[in-house]
């Protein structure tokens, strides 16, 4: 089974960016979704975004228009590029992926978003 590394994490201020990224130990072509969840403080775990291997992509509308999910199927890897970050974007963020019956998890990255 693939493992999934996430990275970019920290701390930023309102309004700035951070860039996420999701490296997986062997290839996703195979896993239809790969995607980003996030856990926020005190709540449950919710959709961020998911990107298809046909590149059909979803985002929670909480994110739409500030958030970007991307694929790179030949390295592997998939990114979040998150603008306009608002404090309640302050979440654990997981990368995913899921391919038939196998959900895979990442072991998640920290993104606070104070001044």
């Known amino acids: 089974q693939v493992q999934l590394v996430e990275s970019g994490g920290g701390l930023v201020q309102p309004g700035g960016s951070l860039r996420l990224s999701c490296a997986a130990s062997?290839?996703?072509?195979?896993?239809?979704?790969m995607g980003w969840y996030r856990r926020p403080p005190g709540k449950e775990r919710e959709l961020v975004a998911t990107i298809t291997n046909r590149g059909n992509i979803r985002y929670a509308d909480s994110v739409k228009g500030r958030f970007t999910i991307s694929r790179d199927n030949a390295k592997n890897m998939v990114d979040l590029q998150m603008n306009s970050l608002k404090p309640e974007d302050t979440a654990v963020y997981y990368c995913?992926?899921?391919?038939?019956?196998?959900?895979?998890w990442g072991q998640g990255t920290q993104v606070t978003v104070s001044s």
């Open positions: 995913n992926g899921v391919q038939a019956m196998a959900v895979m």
């Open positions: 062997g290839s996703i072509v195979s896993i239809e979704y």
